[in-house]
């Protein structure tokens, strides 16, 4: 049997908006509901950058994301993102392929968000704010426009270059360039820079707000201020991972906010196990970190449409 | 640039054990010198088998090993265990090649076996005891035969058709079936088994052997008795791992030892940071859980070699 290879086109071809929220939805239920199985993700941190090896299985199937982040990498031409799955077979162990995951990362993170923003945002929402421009800010409004009807995109980053290309990219919305504070007061807004020092501030909140804080990833870096988080109901991706490295893992550490503050992981929301938003005038956040039963959720999508198709495989193992 | 698609023959083709077997004992000189980053491995509990994420990085190399374990496999007729490495550069991140790792896991477990023993045994050990004659005893031999003149080779199995299988496999070694009592009385003796209930007994002891016990990998599993523990001078490839799954975890569990009884690691031994063997009566033990390093320095070894050749490839991320 051999395993198939699937090159970044390859996979990219494949992958559905639409059937990647459903896939990512249905791998936070099966999670919760004890279908599936993820142990922490691993971090190399080395002098240029570092890896994360990503494991989880998931009914169906298994396999482990190893994805780099090398800041310096832009200097070289090279993407500061690479990722590449290993996909195989719960049954039996076998490596039934081995995909390119770097758009797979993209999308995850953006459905993931749409996700939380369809159990915790208003119905109504219409407004989308995007602090960043950079990649992510591409899935995140291909993702929460497939959930939503998203009328108008408030758009702010450091880089106007940045802001520009976004609203190229989405000649079908309106896209327009704003001020933080404006881009604030949107119905859902996504956080997605690599801030240390917060960048939303507690004094532009307005009722009925929903926030993906994104960015925060990793110890040390926060977007919002921690008044936002005091005044909103917190649902995190995973609450050792988001207490370790999330959105709120720089306030715990000061002593201004406590794990026990958080309302519920987007399982509970999904399997409503645990209420989400409790009227129109509450703020909602949710702190993504990032899972691996997101990545695996979609490498078996793209393996399913793949292994039927005529692309390259060899005998590996 | 292209990524290296390394199946099992090309990976077994570039195998060579003695200079494996340098390059492993010179990943444990780095990882101990803090040249070497590796996490604990992640391990995933499915229903008919398990899977493993082992990440590490060396100096030129970094990469994660994904491996299962599935006992039901043979029924299938596929390996029981199979492992894939993705192989990258840690200056860039970028997956320099995916390769099969099944033979190099079999080639680490040999290598830092010999490794071990040619810090802890006798120098002048020259007969060699194996327990459980599966695919493992083959490297074994072939390693432990770079690092020492072994001139006889006894062997026990339960299954006398796989004792059988290994003495044909050596032509140029004498290796004979013998009673678990005189296997245990060699000089080196290697207990490969999956046992739950000790198969080497403190009374077949003699003073200065050495005993590499690699069988017991998980929770539960034990080769040795207790006693003969508690007589030995006993270094370990990782302390938490040994703790938790290695040969002295159930004595641990029992109470019946300590994991301050363990002498040293086997990079402390290499790195001469602390003593091994006493003297010629002394028994020593290396009790390997296997560990990523070991993985990673024998990917590097087998990259370097194939990068200038002619091998299959592709634009992957």
């Not at 509901?33 to 691993?42: I, L, N, Y």
């Not at 310096?72 to 039996?92: F, W």
């Not at 959930?147 to 896209?175: S, T």
């Amino acid at each position: 049997m051999p395993t198939l290879l699937l090159d970044k086109n390859t996979v990219n071809g494949l992958l559905d908006m639409k059937t990647v929220i459903g896939a990512v939805e249905q791998a936070f239920r099966d999670w919760t509901e004890g279908a599936g199985t993820m142990p922490a993700k691993s971090y190399l941190l080395l002098g240029r950058g570092d890896f994360r090896a990503m494991p989880a299985a998931l009914p169906g199937g298994a396999g482990v994301k190893w994805v780099n982040v090398h800041p310096q990498n832009r200097d070289r031409g090279l993407p500061t993102v690479m990722a590449v799955i290993v996909y195989s077979d719960p049954e039996t162990g076998y490596p039934l392929a081995v995909m390119d995951a770097t758009g797979i990362t993209a999308f995850r993170t953006g459905a993931t968000a749409a996700i939380a923003a369809k159990h915790l945002a208003r119905p109504d929402s219409h407004t989308m704010g995007i602090i960043g421009a950079g990649r992510q800010s591409y899935t995140q409004i291909a993702a929460h426009s497939e959930v939503f009807r998203i009328d108008l995109i408030k758009v702010y980053d450091v880089v106007p270059e940045a802001v520009e290309r976004l609203i190229n990219a989405f000649p079908q919305f309106k896209v327009t360039a704003c001020p933080l504070a404006e881009v604030a007061a949107c119905d859902i807004v996504c956080t997605l820079t690599p801030a240390r020092t917060p960048v939303f501030k507690t004094e532009w909140l307005r009722p009925g707000t929903h926030i993906n804080a994104i960015g925060a990833d990793a110890e040390g870096k926060e977007e919002l201020e921690p008044g936002v988080l005091k005044r909103a109901i917190v649902v995190v991706d995973d609450l050792r991972q988001a207490t370790t490295s999330g959105e709120i893992n720089v306030p715990i550490s000061l002593g201004l906010y406590s794990s026990k503050e958080v309302q519920a992981t987007l399982g509970e929301i999904v399997t409503h196990r645990k209420p989400g938003r409790t009227d129109p005038q509450a703020i909602t956040i949710f702190d993504s970190t990032g899972v691996a039963i997101e990545d695996i959720a979609i490498a078996k999508l793209v393996y399913d449409q793949a292994k039927n198709g005529d692309h390259p495989a060899m005998e590996l193992v």
